[in-house]
Nanobody, 114 residues
């Protein structure tokens, strides 16, 4: 059974930075596609960034150039580095792991506000 635990969320001012972490508990982490999605209040959950088992990355247009996703297979962890944060980045951020089955974390709140 796979479990995902996000951390690193919080309150940050516009233009600030945060790094989210997602720790994967289970086996075969290196097989999984890992992604981050977010859900703002009153909106649908949307894709933010993803990284394949081979390390290929993709991003939503809204975060390209500001966010960076990476993975450390030795630590079973995926990261989302977020820079130049904007108020519209405010959301609950969810970690997602996909390999035949999709797993989700509980989410971590990111609030961008002055």
């Amino acid at each position: 059974q796979v479990q995902l635990m996000e951390s690193g969320g919080g309150l940050v001012q516009p233009g600030g930075e945060l790094r989210l972490s997602c720790t994967f508990s289970g086996s075969r982490f290196n097989y999984f596609f890992m992604g981050w999605r977010r859900q703002a209040a009153g909106k649908e959950r949307e894709f933010v960034a993803g990284i394949s088992s081979a390390g290929h990355t993709n991003y939503a247009d809204s975060v390209k150039g500001r966010f960076n996703i990476s993975r450390d297979n030795a630590k079973n962890t995926v990261y989302l580095e977020m820079k130049n944060l904007k108020s519209e980045d405010t959301a609950v951020y969810y970690c997602n792991a996909v390999y035949l089955v999709s797993y989700w974390g509980q989410g971590t709140q990111v609030t961008v506000s002055s």
